[in-house]
Structures are given as C-alpha cells and as structure tokens.
Nanobody, 122 residues
C-alpha cells in the first residue's frame, strides 16, 4: 500500500487548506483511512478517521468543528479540509491506513504516507 499526501503549505491564521492523500496498491474502498499530525518536538497526534464508505467519521477535540475528513473512492483519495487554522495546527500531517474498514485506534494504522507540512503563521 502506497500513500502520497499533498496540499500542505504556508497559510495565515484563520485561513484554510485542503490536504489530499492518494492511495494505491489495494482496493481503496474496502478500508478506512486516517489523518495524523506531528508538531516539532511533540508526539504524533491522531486527528481524524473515516470509514470505508465515508459514512462514519471521527475527530479529536483539536479538529472537531474546524476540520472535515472525506473520501472519493473512485479516485482512491482521502481529503482533510482544514478551516479556521491556528498557529498550533502547524505540523507535518500524515495520512495512514489500517487493515480494517474503520478504526480509531492509532496502533491499527499500518501504512503511512510521507507527510505534508502545514505551517500556520500568526
């Protein structure tokens, strides 16, 4: 399974970005997907998850109300729309995939993309 994240960049506080993650190597529509992030000097943090169908989603408190996860199974791509960005959202964002249809357990994510850097200036 290969995951390629993109869409990061520099944005001012209050702005928006949409991250994309293109998947290949297996039937994308059969598996859940997730987004994580890691700020400098901190541990990796779970941000959001989505089920194989896109019907079920999960957000951590830091993302709830500002971020939206979605997927396009025809394009084998998962997205993270990030609005009202804050400087504390600055991090490398990673997409990841489990071997299940949906999970909120970080330990179950086995496949990882290379990350895309999001920098939010104040």
């Amino acid at each position: 399974v290969q995951l390629q994240a993109s869409g990061g960049g520099l944005v001012q506080a209050g702005g928006s970005l949409r991250l994309s993650c293109a998947a290949s190597g297996r039937a994308f529509s059969n598996y859940g997907m997730g987004w994580f992030r890691q700020a400098p000097g901190t541990e990796r943090e779970f941000v959001s998850a989505i089920s194989w169908s896109g019907i079920t989603t999960f957000y951590t408190d830091s993302a709830k109300g500002r971020f939206t996860i979605s997927r396009d199974n025809a394009k084998s791509t998962v997205y993270l729309q990030m609005n009202s960005l804050k400087p504390e959202d600055t991090a490398v964002y990673y997409c990841a995939a489990p071997d299940s249809k949906y999970t909120k357990r970080e330990s179950e994510y086995k496949y990882w993309g290379q990350g895309t850097l999001v920098t939010v200036s104040s």
